[in-house]
């Protein structure tokens, strides 16, 4: 797979939109501001394919980024923003439950979790549905740079632990700074790409 050959298929509000392949696909859910766009970015070593912001609330459409024909990474908006009306929370709620439920080629949703804290009950949520529809969690712990290795083992641990991963689930600790946890996160897809992790 040529990871040069990325771009932004198409920024979708409705499944009509959504892109008329059977390629496999691979959601990154998580609440606003967690760095699901960084995430996307770093895996492809491109700085500003997915837009970032230090203002949560970036990511507002299901943005469908194909990866050489062969894969593609669906950037969803985050929850739990406070500051988002109530009636644009439904509508990304509803967009997100669409897509998530309906879409046959989604091979395995990621949640990704903020590691300097504790998953809240709307990661839990998306957790447990996430196990139910693919068999099991693929957790990435992002902005792992931002804190002491001492303290670092100990958040990992508590993450772990408060989301109950089992030996099925996978968990990868990540940083789209540095690009920690970057090989390990490749190594799930392509392996989720050849039909199983
Ligand atoms: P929404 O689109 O609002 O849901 O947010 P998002 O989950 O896509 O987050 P985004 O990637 O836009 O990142 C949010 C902020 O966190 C940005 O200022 C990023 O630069 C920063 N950030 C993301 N990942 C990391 C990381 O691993 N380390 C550090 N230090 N900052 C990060
Ligand atoms: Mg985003």
């Not at 394919?49 to 949560?56: D, F, G, K, N, Y």
């Not at 080629?105 to 839990?124: A, G, K, S």
């Not at 001492?150 to 641990?157: A, P, Q, R, Y």
């Amino acid at each position: 797979m040529n990871l040069h050959n990325a771009s932004l298929y198409i920024s979708a509000v409705a499944p009509a939109q959504y892109p008329p392949s059977s390629v496999c696909e691979i959601a990154l859910a998580g609440r606003s501001n967690v760095g699901k766009s960084s995430f996307l970015n770093r895996l492809l070593n491109r700085k500003n394919l997915a837009r970032t912001s230090s203002t949560p609330g970036k990511t507002a459409t299901l943005n469908f980024y194909n990866i050489d024909n062969a894969l593609f990474l669906v950037d969803l908006p985050g929850y739990g923003y406070a500051k988002v009306s109530k009636e644009e929370k439904k509508k990304w709620a509803d967009m997100i439950d669409r897509y998530l439920h309906t879409r046959t080629q989604l091979v395995q949703t990621f949640l990704l979790v903020d590691v300097r804290h504790l998953p809240t009950d709307d990661d839990l949520a998306m957790l447990n549905w996430i196990k139910s529809r693919h068999g099991r969690a693929v957790v990435i712990l992002t902005k792992c740079d931002k804190l002491k290795k001492s303290k670092l083992e100990g958040n990992i641990k508590d993450a772990v632990e408060h989301m109950n991963l089992s030996e099925d689930d996978v968990y990868i600790p990540f940083s789209s700074e540095t690009g920690l946890g970057r090989s390990d996160a490749w190594k799930i897809i392509n392996s989720l790409m050849d039909g199983g992790i």
